[in-house]
């Protein structure tokens, strides 16, 4: 399988922990996201909601721009962090705020 066949999991983890890129395709990806009683858009703002709180940068970047691609503006997205700096602290919506500036701005 060519890099660019290769889900995210298989690019970041490949052969160094195939079992946690087992779950991550078929269980995370695969079921989980694919239940029908939330929309993708819910469970991208849920997702979103979670990374910020737990202060999870580095899984923020991709979960952002998912969330683009699942309906989610980014004047929503902003919104959510600003609302979350109350809530789960300022240094974390700080935090996202900046990746998620980098992010739009690419």
């Known amino acids: 399988m060519t890099e660019t066949n290769q889900t995210r999991a298989q690019q ?3 052969d160094f922990a195939p079992k946690l890129v087992e779950l991550t395709d078929d269980v995370l990806f695969g079921d989980i996201w694919e239940r029908s009683e939330l929309s993708p858009r819910d469970r991208s ?6 990374l910020i709180t ?7 970047r991709g979960h952002l ?3 683009k691609t699942n309906g989610l503006t980014e004047e929503e ?3 959510t962090i600003i609302h979350l ?3 789960a602290g300022w240094p974390k919506a700080m935090s996202a705020i ?7 701005t690419q």
Do not use: C, D, P
């Open 45 to 50: 703002l849920i997702t979103v909601a979670s």
């Open 54 to 60: 737990s202060g999870s940068t580095e899984q923020l």
């Open 77 to 79: 997205l902003k919104e």
């Open 98 to 104: 900046t990746v998620a500036k980098e992010i739009f």
């Open 65 to 67: 721009a998912r969330a």
């Open 85 to 87: 700096a109350f809530y």
């Open 12 to 14: 970041l983890i490949g």
